[in-house]
């Protein structure tokens, strides 16, 4: 089945250092991954989509310049959390949907990144 | 936007049957879908339904009413590894999927 790879899986790091996260779809290629961020007994927050060879969108109240995000490939997106505070901490996750795909193909999500900001 | 809403917590014993509900207030509707999410993990595919009906997966089944922006989840022979965040997620024309809170289960001897 359809696999990504989401790097580092864990991260821990001092206040004020940028951190990148990577996503990889491994058996697919994705013209759109979608980053989402979860705090501790919340859900999922869509953060932004990311498409393949342009500029991503950022759902509302996301800064564009404090998490950049970069999709340089069909198999690849990054995540830097730029200059990065406690506030930050959270669990980020990666999906990515099949460019060849059904209707009902669900997202894919990589297996998420812990970031604790000290 | 998406508003989505389903229970925070459900308690059920090894072999029962438990419901969860979910129901939506959409601007674009383009499926929805069924997630089981363990504790520090991603969440992992359930379910999808985007026709009306119920769709049965084994110990699993979804139900869709687009009229009523009702859905539901049905887990049947509970076991203890079913004690889990279930996660409700609407697909919009965009293919973004808006979350509900999630409806945490827990599954007891």
């Known amino acids: 089945g359809a696999v990504v790879s989401q790097h580092p899986s864990w991260v821990i790091c001092k206040s004020g250092t940028s951190v990148k996260i990577e996503c990889r779809s491994l058996?697919?290629?994705?013209?759109?991954m979608f980053w989402y961020r979860q705090f501790p007994k919340q859900s999922l927050m869509l953060m932004a989509t990311?498409?393949?060879?342009?500029?991503?969108?950022?759902e509302q109240g996301v800064e564009k310049d404090k998490f950049l995000i970069n999709h340089a490939s069909l198999t690849l997106s990054t995540l830097t959390v730029t200059s990065a505070h406690p506030e930050d901490s959270s669990f980020y996750i990666c999906?990515?949907?099949?460019?060849?795909?059904?209707?009902?193909?669900?997202?894919?999500f990589g297996d998420g990144t812990r970031l604790s900001i000290l | 936007g998406q508003n989505i809403d389903q229970p925070t917590e459900m308690t059920a014993t090894e072999g029962a049957i438990v419901q969860i509900n979910c129901t939506y207030q959409?601007?674009?509707?383009?499926?929805l879908f069924w997630y089981q999410q363990h504790a520090g993990e991603a969440p992992t595919f359930l379910s999808y339904?985007?026709?009306?009906g119920l769709e049965e997966k084994g110990r699993f089944s979804s139900f869709l009413s687009r009229s009523k922006g009702y859905s539901y989840l049905l887990l049947k022979e509970l076991q203890m590894k079913d004690s889990a965040s279930y996660l409700c997620?609407?697909?919009?024309?965009?293919?973004?999927?808006?979350f509900g809170a999630g409806t945490t289960v827990t599954v007891r001897a």
């Open positions: 999906s990515a949907r099949d460019l060849v795909g059904k209707g009902n193909q669900p997202q894919h």
């Open positions: 058996d697919f290629q994705a013209t759109t």
């Open positions: 990311s498409n393949e060879g342009s500029k991503a969108t950022y």
């Open positions: 959409t601007s674009g509707f383009n499926g």
């Open positions: 339904n985007v026709l009306d």
């Open positions: 997620a609407v697909r919009d024309g965009d293919y973004k999927l808006s």
